[in-house]
């Protein structure tokens, strides 16, 4: 069953998360995350800051955005309750993307609590950054699949599908594990800014260099082979499930990521510019979103029967009717 207006709802409720997310990225590179203190949900102890530092003024405005967040994604439950019967997959995925938002909301809290913010450089932000970057990424998956399930998409059959459904699966956690990279590395970039590429050269591979530092140079190579695993996994899922939809997606998937890559390039040679690492965040967002919307499609198709021939669309039309 499909509601057009809700569909276009849960859109506009996910672009406006992308944009949350990317207003949190430019709290993290501005080093803005302790503009409140560790105060949570309070601000400094106010409800609203006075005679606020520019630092404030960020963080304070990612709270606002983020809390503004909270209605939209109930009013995207409550409609899908009024429009879906219970046991609905749009339903289901509705309950699950505001689970995974309030997590989302519980992980940021703790992070300006336990003061994982700022100049803090310690391995248990780093765990902390990639739990964050983990459930970001489960969130606009389940948001991503509530509106195209909104939209008309059927449900995904997850039995039974073979070598797409192992293709498609470990593509997704392959991005997983190449978005905590990037969030490790951007880290990296954020407390321990290079003032030339050579400089940024000679700190990778200085062994005295911070552990962020080190794990940086692990991103691009990571990069590199999920870039060519997906291309070739688009490329074999195109062909085993030929409908219209997947081999749009599977276009967009190797096309985006490829965009993404040169955007990748370009940030280190810019060396990582605040700018330029919000658009490399948004890039891995939208590729992270193609690659759901890929696997969406295709694990919506029954897997096909062993020694079972599909007639051809010529024989068909012969079929007297």
């Given at each position: 069953?499909?509601?057009?207006?809700?569909a276009t709802?849960?859109?506009?409720?996910?672009a406006?998360?992308?944009?949350?997310?990317?207003?949190?990225?430019?709290?993290r590179?501005?080093?803005?995350?302790?503009?409140?203190g560790?105060?949570w949900?309070?601000?400094?102890?106010e409800?609203?800051p006075?005679?606020p530092q520019?630092?404030t003024?960020?963080?304070?405005?990612?709270?606002l955005?983020?809390g503004?967040?909270?209605?939209?994604?109930?009013?995207?439950l409550?409609?899908?309750?009024?429009?879906?019967?219970?046991?609905?997959?749009?339903?289901?995925?509705?309950?699950?993307?505001?689970?995974?938002?309030?997590?989302?909301?519980?992980?940021?809290?703790?992070?300006?609590?336990?003061?994982?913010?700022a100049?803090?450089?310690?391995?248990?932000?780093?765990?902390a950054?990639?739990?964050?970057?983990?459930?970001?990424?489960?969130?606009?998956?389940?948001?991503t699949?509530?509106a195209?399930?909104?939209?008309g998409?059927?449900r995904?059959?997850?039995?039974?599908?073979?070598?797409?459904?192992?293709?498609?699966?470990?593509?997704?956690?392959?991005?997983?594990?190449?978005?905590?990279?990037?969030?490790?590395?951007?880290l990296?970039?954020?407390?321990?800014?290079s003032t030339?590429?050579?400089?940024?050269?000679?700190q990778?591979?200085?062994?005295?260099?911070?552990l962020?530092?080190?794990?940086?140079?692990?991103?691009?190579?990571?990069a590199?082979?999920?870039?060519?695993?997906?291309?070739?996994?688009a490329?074999?899922?195109r062909?085993a499930?030929?409908?219209?939809?997947?081999?749009r997606?599977?276009?967009?998937?190797v096309?985006?990521f490829?965009v993404?890559?040169?955007?990748?390039?370009?940030?280190?040679?810019?060396?990582?510019?605040?700018?330029?690492?919000?658009?490399?965040?948004?890039?891995?967002?939208?590729?992270?979103?193609?690659?759901?919307?890929?696997?969406?499609?295709?694990?919506?198709?029954?897997?096909p029967?062993?020694?079972?021939?599909?007639?051809s669309?010529a024989y068909?039309?012969l079929?007297?009717s």
């Amino acid at each position: 069953m499909r509601s057009k207006r809700l569909a276009t709802y849960g859109w506009v409720v996910l672009a406006y998360i992308l944009a949350v997310i990317l207003w949190g990225a430019f709290v993290r590179a501005t080093g803005s995350g302790a503009g409140c203190g560790s105060h949570w949900p309070l601000c400094n102890g106010e409800v609203i800051p006075r005679s606020p530092q520019v630092e404030t003024m960020i963080e304070f405005a990612h709270r606002l955005t983020s809390g503004l967040a909270t209605p939209l994604m109930l009013g995207l439950l409550v409609w899908a309750i009024r429009v879906y019967p219970r046991g609905h997959r749009v339903r289901a995925g509705a309950w699950l993307s505001l689970l995974f938002f309030i997590v989302e909301a519980l992980i940021g809290a703790g992070l300006v609590r336990l003061e994982l913010v700022a100049d803090n450089a310690s391995v248990g932000r780093a765990f902390a950054i990639a739990a964050h970057l983990l459930n970001t990424f489960i969130l606009i998956a389940l948001m991503t699949l509530t509106a195209w399930w909104a939209s008309g998409g059927e449900r995904l059959r997850l039995r039974g599908q073979g070598m797409v459904g192992g293709l498609l699966g470990l593509g997704l956690v392959g991005m997983m594990v190449l978005g905590t990279s990037g969030a490790v590395a951007a880290l990296g970039d954020t407390l321990f800014p290079s003032t030339s590429l050579a400089d940024a050269l000679r700190q990778d591979l200085s062994p005295a260099a911070h552990l962020f530092i080190r794990l940086r140079v692990l991103h691009p190579i990571i990069a590199v082979g999920v870039g060519i695993y997906l291309a070739l996994a688009a490329t074999i899922v195109r062909s085993a499930r030929p409908d219209r939809n997947t081999k749009r997606w599977a276009r967009a998937l190797v096309l985006l990521f490829f965009v993404q890559l040169g955007a990748g390039l370009l940030n280190v040679l810019l060396l990582a510019p605040i700018w330029m690492q919000l658009v490399h965040l948004l890039l891995a967002d939208l590729v992270w979103i193609v690659l759901v919307l890929l696997s969406a499609s295709a694990l919506a198709q029954p897997a096909p029967q062993r020694g079972v021939l599909e007639p051809s669309p010529a024989y068909a039309s012969l079929k007297p009717s």
